[in-house]
């Protein structure tokens, strides 16, 4: 597995804020908008391309335009949708299908209650929107969701990552046979004892969303 941390000073401001605790919402969530676009440029770095020929106003020449199949965008409910609008800003023609998933704050086990994404993903880029990579096992379960369905390359965006959330990923897809890639705005320091990502910026959901 790759690991991409972006460093680029407008993540870091932006990431600042958004740890604040004196962020409001409205602000959360534009700057959550905003910050993704960024990571989401790192993040298409090696997406499929084409050929073709075109003419402009001056002379015949080539150029490239995304392949088919057009790549999925796969946010995780609920503080995953937050992230959506900043990535189909980039990839404005992607399909876009979702995964309801759930984390027992007693266990940290991830548990899956919606799904809606295409039966076919062979041949497919799918990105994976998730903020928070905290334990790995919602992001984790979410990347195997996709490989069952034929995904061959995955990358998944998170606005901040936990040591231990990268371990458990790289430990459960060593032997995955696809390239599978993680860009992050920022690698935190660790997991506390109940499983949030140290500094982190709290619950992502409560804070685009207020607390439900």
């Known amino acids: 597995m790759k690991v991409h941390v972006a460093n680029h000073p407008l993540i870091s401001h932006k990431l600042t804020v958004l740890r604040d605790e004196k962020t409001d919402s409205p602000t959360f969530r534009l700057l959550v908008e905003e910050l993704v676009t960024l990571l989401a440029y790192e993040a298409t770095r090696d997406v499929r391309t084409t050929s073709i020929s075109i003419k402009t106003p001056v002379t015949a020449t080539t150029g490239l335009v995304l392949a088919e199949p057009r790549p999925v965008v796969v946010p995780i409910l ?59 096992g919602t992001l984790a379960m979410a990347i195997n969701y996709l490989i069952e369905r034929g995904a061959n390359e995955i990358t998944a965006i998170c606005l901040l990552a936990a040591p231990e959330g990268i371990k458990a990923l790289e430990d459960e897809f060593k032997d995955a046979g696809i390239p599978i890639t993680l860009v992050t705005g920022s690698l935190d320091q660790k997991l506390n004892e109940k499983g949030y990502i140290v500094p982190g910026l709290g619950d992502a959901g409560d804070r685009l969303y207020g607390v439900v």
Do not use: I
């Open 78 to 136: 609920r503080a995953g949708l937050g992230m959506l609008e900043g990535m189909t800003k980039l990839l404005p023609t992607a399909q876009v299908g979702f995964l309801g998933m759930v984390r027992n704050e007693e266990t940290l086990q991830a548990s899956t209650y919606a799904n809606r994404l295409p039966e076919d993903l062979s041949g497919r880029q799918c990105f994976v929107l998730d903020p928070m990579l905290a334990t790995g």
